[in-house]
Each structure stands twice: as structure tokens, then as C-alpha cells.
């Protein structure tokens, strides 16, 4: 799976560059700039994330682990659900997935917290 993160995040960053793009020519005459905000914070969060994909897939090249294919996991989910909702936030304008935003934005912030730990433990056994 390692090589997978790397290729996801890629594929995920060209997506969102291509998302972003779409929202701000595409989109700006027909969405509230409010819904255009939505928009490009999906996007925002969508290329940040697929970033970290990338590091993922680098870093379990390296040292393969059950932990990191959790934080890659957790990115990739949150990723879609995250940027996902607000996507269809801006389009549909229904707040209600607000509540997947939430789940989505739980699933970024684990996927952070456990990389943190990969890290931390592969520096202290390095």
C-alpha cells in the first residue's frame, strides 16, 4: 500500500489544483461568494491533505507500519469527506452536511496525530 498513498496523493493534489481552478472560473458567476468560499476552502484542505498523502507514502517507504497505513487511511477518508461535504455544501446548500464535514474534519485530524506518532517513534528507534 505504500507506494498507493504516494500515487493517491498525487492524483488527489492534481485534483484539487483542477477543483480550485473550476470554483474560481467556472463557478464565480453562478455560486454566493459564500458558497465560493466553501468551495475553495474544500479545495484548500483537499491539496494541503493530498500533500500529506505524498509525505505518507514517502515516509512508509522507508518504514512500513500499521500506523502509517492508519494515518494514510485517515487522510485519504477525511479528504473525502471533508473537502467532499463542502463541495456539495456549496453546490447543493444543504447545511445539514455539516455534520459529515465534522466527522471528515475528525478523520484529518487523526490522520495528523497518528503520523505525529509514526514519527516520533521512528526518531526514537531510528
Given amino acids: 500500500m505504500t507506494r498507493n498513498w504516494t500515487f493517491l496523493g498525487a492524483i488527489?493534489?492534481?485534483?484539487?489544483?483542477a477543483?480550485?481552478?473550476f470554483g474560481a472560473h467556472g463557478l464565480k458567476d453562478r455560486l454566493s461568494a459564500e458558497a465560493l468560499a466553501w468551495w475553495q476552502t474544500g479545495a484548500q484542505y483537499q491539496l494541503a491533505h493530498a500533500l500529506a498523502l505524498v509525505v505518507v507514502g514517502l515516509v512508509?517507504?522507508?518504514r512500513a507500519s500499521k500506523a502509517i497505513e492508519v494515518s494514510g487511511a485517515a487522510?485519504?477518508?477525511?479528504i473525502v469527506l471533508f473537502s467532499g461535504s463542502l463541495y456539495a455544501l456549496a453546490l447543493s446548500g444543504m447545511r445539514a452536511l455539516g455534520a459529515v464535514m465534522s466527522v471528515g474534519g475528525l478523520f484529518l485530524l487523526a490522520g495528523w496525530v497518528v503520523f505525529a506518532l509514526v514519527v516520533r517513534m521512528s526518531c526514537a528507534f531510528a
Fill in 19 to 21: 477543483t480550485g481552478a
Fill in 12 to 17: 488527489l493534489g492534481a485534483l484539487a489544483v
Fill in 60 to 62: 512508509a517507504q522507508r
Fill in 75 to 78: 487522510f485519504a477518508l477525511g
